[in-house]
């Protein structure tokens, strides 16, 4: 079994009172409550303040290119499909860089988990707006007001069938923890967006902001029902949802690959006889 | 004996079939076969043909004048009617193109009404047409009878036996017709079957021969041929082959599944490629192995989407932001093609650096004959740590310090080390820094220490012909054939000699061959090329100070001719 100390990593440079503090202690907690233990786990970002989550902790990792994540994690599944693999990224890097991966991921349902520490914002590059940033909202390039429309990753997912989309929020621990747990058993893709608030650069959508607005989502709510699941993924503004929005029972990718079925790629030997079978096709 | 035909028509008519098929005959037969295509890009219309040589003789190049010319359009007669020789003939059918030529040289066989009445369908008019030309040709028929049983296995014994009927009435009419046709056909009876293969084939299997186990790839002439090979044998060799979103997403899941524990690579053409130069530089930064089999089209932009060009020399030679080491390869046959992606995937592991097959339409479209292809000798070691052997060492760091730059790289998930690695500049466990004492250090690891070691392996350019030569023609990739050919026709009045480069970058050393001295000897080097620049010759001034004293350029999309290299070779020589 695993413990909190497994998941020790380096000091983060996060600024003092930013969101990912939160998230980062929920993720090692959830680990530890799963029992995964850190080489079992590989962990892929990209870039952004997000992106640095797993110097942070513990674990396989594959810190690669903005927006690229998604594609890193669909090649390491594909190769071997008995390592957990989880993207975290932010809002830009997911949303803006990765779009085209994100559609992609959701289609295949490949099993990778993607954890978006969305803060509506763009920290790393210090205060542009991001995909999600409030139409309105003004910010360091935009002086006169955003002007595209916020993007609704959860809206996306429900369109394209994703496996599994969730929204969870950084200062909500205990039911963050769930969410991720939650993502983590999913068999398929899952979309966990967590609200973050930036303590830096995003001076409207404060703890403030969201406390005034955020809830769980009721009990009864069916979130199989896409349908509803649809109508649920439109609420934004004055009251904000929690929980699983979306999830269905769509098989993996990695299931439907016959090449894998047995083992994973990188456990399956090779061959050298055969080729020898092969060069008689070619007379 | 030396007989080139060519078959014209639209896209879409079945031209590929007469050609594949015949390349097949004569490769079985025994003759030495050499073929390439010339087409558009659309799906139907235009103006395509597969010129296909044969001969006693070892072949490597296509050549100006034809023997044969089968058309199924007007347009290839009115195209290609004066590259005949004057006892060629043209196979070609009245009714179809609905129009008579008088004269000698043309052959009219009904192809339609013998494809209705063998067939009851007009499709089995390419096989009477294929029939036709081993009637004239005066061969047996019976190779493609053979050929067409197994090639129509499982459309069941009907179809077969239709179209084993169609080939024989196209067969008999053009043997009845062609009495007058000068072919002579001196078979050497001993000449065992040979293979054909195509450049593509050749890599996808080169691949396949390394133990290649993941392929991801956006479709893209000249490329997709790989993609769809590999494709065809995943079940077979356990091989995942994935088309990607786009060629960022290649690269990135080639990227992914190679640091996970498995061979993986990637295809594309120059456009795609330009897309893929960011996952390149997150290769060189992360040290990850990866293939890449970057396939030359005519650009810019989108240029000529399937013709053929050598203009990525240089693109693929800097790509990729910062400064870290590649390896690349660039085959003049599907042989080479074959071991080269061999050796390009055991260096790649090895070092663990990006390594690059550069290859062009021209290679990827033509076929070739060998007497076989000796798979013993294609390399295979796992340099990769594994279960027990990864468990067993202590403070595991993925970019450890070494003597050679090269740490050892384990398998995540294999014991209980975590492997991290970061497009940061990193520590030697993986981790994000910023102190210039690392930085230096690790600038040094994964490029300074490693590039002399690589360059180690990079086997001297092939030298084919005089070897004390007045004349020197020098090239790289799909060149080699027409050079060599050209050597050939020039050598009983010429001292001539190739020097052909195929192992490009890091450029080959000196000590073993000093061919620099071999240029600088020469009364003239003549540095041929596919681009409009003159991209190799470029490289060898910045490599070794050698100047070319003429440089020879084809730029029209177009592959060198043999007649073609021959003429120009000897303007130069006269000046």
């Known amino acids: ?283 | 004996m030396d007989y080139s035909i060519k078959i014209g028509g639209e896209a879409g008519q079945g031209i590929q079939t007469i050609g594949d098929t015949l390349a097949r005959v004569f490769a079985r037969s025994g003759f030495h076969v050499f073929s390439h295509q010339d087409y558009e890009s659309r799906i139907r219309g235009g103006h395509n043909f597969y010129q296909l040589r044969f001969s006693n003789n070892p072949i490597s190049a296509s050549q100006e004048r034809v023997d044969i010319l089968v058309a199924l359009d007007r347009e290839s007669i009115t195209r290609h009617e004066q590259e005949l020789m004057p006892d060629g003939r043209v196979l070609y059918d009245s009714t179809a193109l609905k129009l008579k030529h008088e004269g000698a040289l043309f052959l009219d066989i009904p192809f339609e009404k013998l494809a209705l009445e063998q067939g009851g369908s007009k499709i089995m008019m390419n096989t009477v047409a294929t029939g036709a030309v081993l009637g004239m040709l005066g061969m047996e028929v019976a190779p493609l009878l053979d050929i067409i049983t197994t090639t129509f296995k499982k459309k069941g014994v009907e179809i077969i036996m239709a179209n084993r009927s169609a080939a024989l009435e196209g067969y008999e009419a053009a043997a009845k017709s062609c009495t007058k046709c000068p072919f002579n056909l001196s078979r050497d009876s001993s000449a065992k079957p040979k293979l054909l293969m195509g450049g593509a084939e050749a890599i996808a299997l080169g691949a396949v021969a390394s133990g290649c186990k993941f392929y991801s790839a956006y479709p893209m002439t000249p490329s997709t041929g790989i993609m769809n090979y590999l494709a065809a044998k995943e079940k077979e060799y356990g091989v995942v082959v994935e088309q990607a979103e786009d060629e960022i997403a290649a690269i990135n899941m080639a990227l992914g599944a190679s640091f996970a524990g498995a061979r993986a690579m990637t295809g594309t053409s120059g456009g795609g490629f330009a897309l893929m130069t960011e996952g390149l530089s997150l290769a060189g930064m992360t040290e990850t192995p990866v293939v890449i089999a970057m396939g030359q089209r005519p650009g810019p932009a989108t240029g000529f989407p399937t013709r053929t060009e050598q203009g990525e020399l240089q693109f693929v030679l800097s790509a990729g932001h910062g400064e870290f080491p590649r390896v690349i390869f660039a085959p003049g046959t599907p042989r080479q093609a074959f071991f080269l992606t061999n050796k390009a995937f055991d260096l790649a592991e090895k070092y663990q650096v990006p390594a690059f097959i550069l290859f062009d339409t021209y290679l990827s479209d033509s076929q070739w004959t060998f007497d076989g292809l000796d798979t013993g000798k294609a390399r295979y070691v796992d340099y990769r740590l594994r279960g027990e052997a990864f468990n067993r060492v202590v403070d595991y760091k993925r970019h450890a310090f070494s003597e050679s730059g090269i740490s050892l790289f384990g398998v995540p998930g294999d014991a209980k080390h975590t492997v991290v690695t970061d497009s940061d500049e990193h520590d030697e466990d993986g981790h994000i820094v910023e102190d210039a004492l690392t930085r230096i250090k690790m600038v040094e690891k994964r490029f300074i220490k490693k590039l002399p070691l690589i360059k180690r392996e990079i086997a001297p350019p092939f030298l084919y012909g005089d070897h004390a030569p007045r004349v020197v023609l020098v090239g790289w990739g799909s060149t080699y054939g027409v050079m060599k050919e050209a050597v050939d026709r020039m050598s009983s009045t010429t001292s001539i000699a190739m020097l052909h480069f195929s192992e490009l970058f890091p450029f080959p050393m000196r000590e073993r061959f000093d061919y620099v001295r071999l240029l600088s000897n020469a009364k003239l080097s003549i540095c041929i090329e596919g681009n409009a620049s003159g991209q190799f010759a470029r490289l060898m001034r910045a490599e070794t100070g050698h100047e070319f004293t003429a440089q020879i350029h084809k730029f029209d999309g177009r592959p060198f001719l043999v007649e073609e290299v021959v003429r120009e070779v000897s303007a130069k020589c006269k000046v």
């Open chain 1, 1 to 283: 079994m695993s413990t909190l100390d497994d998941y020790k990593g380096q000091t983060p440079s996060w600024c003092p009172g930013c969101g990912n503090f939160s998230i980062l202690k929920t993720f090692k907690d959830t680990m530890v409550e799963l029992g995964i233990e850190p080489h079992r786990c590989t962990v892929v970002s990209g870039i952004g303040q997000a992106a640095k989550l797993p110097h942070y902790t513990k674990c396989n990792t594959f810190n690669g290119l903005h927006g690229r994540s998604l594609p890193v994690a669909t090649g390491i599944r594909l190769a071997n499909h008995e390592m957990l693999v989880i993207a975290v990224s932010g809002d830009g890097d997911c949303y803006g860089e990765g779009g085209n991966h994100l559609m992609a991921a959701m289609r295949r349902n490949i099993n990778v988990k993607q954890f978006v520490h969305n803060n509506q914002i763009y920290g790393l590059t210090k205060g542009q707006p991001s995909p999600t940033t409030g139409e309105g909202m003004v910010t360091k390039n935009t002086p006169l007001g955003v002007i595209s429309e916020q993007f609704n990753p959860m809206a996306l997912a429900v369109a394209l069938d994703c496996g599994f989309a969730a929204r969870g929020y950084a200062a909500d621990i205990d039911h963050l923890k769930g969410l991720m747990k939650e993502a983590i058993n999913h068999k398929g893709f899952a979309l966990l967006d967590i609200l973050q608030p930036c303590v830096t650069f995003n001076k409207v959508n404060t703890y403030e902001w969201y406390k005034q607005r955020v809830y769980h989502i009721e009990q009864d709510y069916n979130p199989e029902d896409r349908r509803a699941a649809f109508a649920k993924a439109l609420e934004w503004g004055d009251r904000i949802p929690l929980g699983i929005i979306y999830r269905n029972h769509r098989p993996t990718f990695e299931e439907r690959v016959p090449m894998i079925a047995d083992k994973p790629l990188v456990k399956q030997g090779f061959d050298m006889k055969k080729i020898e079978e092969t060069i008689k096709e070619f007379y």
